[in-house]
Structure formats: structure tokens, C-alpha cells
């Protein structure tokens, strides 16, 4: 930004706030002549900066955070070095993208802090370097419906509390039918002092005192084999599917009004072509075994 005379530091905070801060971000924020944060923030920066100071440097210019467009302005109107504190990892869904579009990159410097999907990975002990994400935040369910066709090994959901929370991850996996093929551990309060982890059975109901902020994994295992199986219509999570393409397959509904339509005889030839895991084939099978499938 022409006549900028310091770039933005743009620094994340974890759970513990400005209390957790690294000795380089303290030293950032110390030598800063203002100093953006969301207001939770700018309550606690009084006393810490009293903490802080073995001089007599008077607190800087404080300007909340949580209004993008205001703080945009504000940022504007700067010449001297300026602090933004924000949570977790600034370009992972915070201030970062929103900055990026009203200031060249080269006015930015971000520090960032372990995000929500960083440390849930963490507190289940698994690699992420394979994992996927989606967003439900103002957005319908069915976007985690499409990522899970593409059948992920591991998938981070970012829940909105406003649209259900976990219900509608929950709700959306049984009826994809891979409920048996993913195990799903609810995150909440991730690095608070009363963060939750806990791994859900299949069969068991969501905790009624789930609290708002939560992120669902969704961690992909071989599913145990059913004790008994329908006549015909079987959950597409019980078919071997192909590692390179996921999700290729007729879909359980499909496959139902298929092998209703097709009035099988008892005996006879079957071909079934397509390129998937050959399902309707298998399912007309087990109706009519004496068929040849080709």
C-alpha cells in the first residue's frame, strides 16, 4: 500500500488469549502504536499491558476487530506500527482473506496459531496431511453430502450452530449409508479449559449438551460386517469401492427402482456394464442366483 510505512503484523491467538502469546509475538504487540483485536481481546489488553511494561509507555490506539468494514477503515487511517490479533490461523476462515482484499500482501505479516482442524487431528493423535475439509457455516448440508461422495479418508467438518451443530453431519452420513464406514469424533471447545473430545458409537444419540463451538471429524475405517443383510437394497457403504474413484457407483435408491423395474427372470443372462463397482449386478445376484452376470 503506497506511503505505508510498516507493514500489518497479523498475529494468531490460541485458547489461552494474550496470556499464551510466543516471546516474538509479545514483542511485536509491545512495540505496536495501535492495536486491532476482537473486543474479548481488547477487554483483557489493559491489565496485560500493564503486566508487560517496565516503562512508563502509555497504552496504544485500540480498535476492535469484529467489524471487518470498520476495521478496514481504521487500518486505513494508519502510519505507525500496527498489531491485529485474530484466533487460530488468520488465513484459515479469519480476518486474513478479508485483509488480503483490501491491502497488497506485502503489507502483511502473518504469525498464526494452531487452527481447529490442526489441533483436533492433535487430540485424536492421526496425520492430516490426507484430510479434506468443508464448511456447513451458512451453508445446506448437502455440500457435506457431495464431499462425501468423493468418499475422503479423513474429513473436518466445520459445523453452524445456527443450522443444527453435528445433527446434520450425523443425519447426512446415515443417509449417504457410510454411517458403518466412518468414525465420528465431535471436537468442541477446542484448547479451552473445558474442551470435550469423544468418539460417538454409531447407534448412539448426540450428547444434549453439546456446546455451539464444535468441529466433527469424520475418519474413514473398513466397516464390520452386517450380522444380516436385506434381500436387495444394501447400503452402499458395504460395497468395495475403487480407491481412485470414490463414490462411482449406482446409489442404493438407484439400484431399488432398477431391480423393481427390471422383473428379473429366474434364469438367464445378465449384462450389467458400467465402469463402478458392479452393485446392480450383484444385487440381481443375490435375487436371482441362477442368472449368468456378464
Known amino acids: 500500500m503506497p506511503g505505508l510505512p510498516h507493514p500489518f503484523q497479523v498475529i494468531g491467538t490460541d485458547a489461552g488469549g494474550l ?121 445446506s448440508p448437502e455440500a457435506l453430502a457431495s464431499a462425501l461422495q468423493n468418499r475422503p479418508a479423513a474429513l473436518a467438518v466445520l459445523t453452524d450452530p445456527g443450522q443444527g451443530g453435528a445433527a446434520p453431519v450425523r443425519q447426512i452420513l446415515r443417509s449417504s449409508g457410510l454411517e458403518a464406514s466412518y468414525a465420528v469424533w465431535v471436537c468442541e471447545n477446542l484448547g479451552h479449559r473445558d474442551e470435550r473430545v469423544m468418539r460417538l458409537a454409531s447407534n448412539a444419540p448426540l450428547p444434549p449438551d453439546l456446546q455451539p463451538l464444535l468441529l466433527v471429524l469424520l475418519i474413514a475405517e473398513d466397516p464390520p460386517l452386517p450380522e444380516r443383510l436385506p434381500l436387495f437394497g444394501l447400503e452402499d457403504g458395504v460395497f468395495l469401492q475403487h480407491p481412485d474413484r470414490p463414490g462411482l457407483m449406482t446409489k442404493r435408491e438407484v439400484r431399488l427402482q432398477l431391480l423393481a423395474d427390471l422383473e428379473l427372470p429366474a434364469e438367464g ?24 452376470l456378464l
Open 19 to 139: 496470556a499464551s502469546l510466543p516471546p516474538a509475538a509479545v514483542r511485536l504487540l509491545c512495540n505496536a502504536e495501535a492495536i486491532a483485536a476482537p473486543q474479548r481481546l481488547l477487554d483483557s489488553l489493559p491489565q496485560w499491558w500493564s503486566d508487560q511494561q517496565h516503562g512508563d509507555r502509555p497504552l496504544p490506539q485500540l480498535q476492535a476487530s469484529d467489524r471487518p468494514d470498520a476495521l478496514i477503515g481504521w487500518l486505513r487511517s494508519q502510519n505507525a506500527p500496527v498489531v491485529i490479533l485474530a484466533s487460530g490461523d488468520p488465513l484459515w476462515f479469519g480476518i486474513g482473506r478479508r485483509l488480503l482484499q483490501a491491502f497488497p500482501a506485502e503489507t502483511l505479516h502473518f504469525h498464526p496459531a494452531p487452527c481447529s482442524m490442526q489441533l483436533a487431528f492433535a487430540r485424536i493423535g492421526r496425520p492430516w496431511q490426507d484430510a479434506t475439509w468443508v464448511s456447513l457455516h451458512g451453508r
Open 269 to 292: 443372462v445378465l449384462w450389467d456394464l458400467g465402469a463402478g463397482t458392479g452393485s446392480v449386478g450383484l444385487e440381481a445376484l443375490r435375487l436371482r442366483p441362477r442368472l449368468q
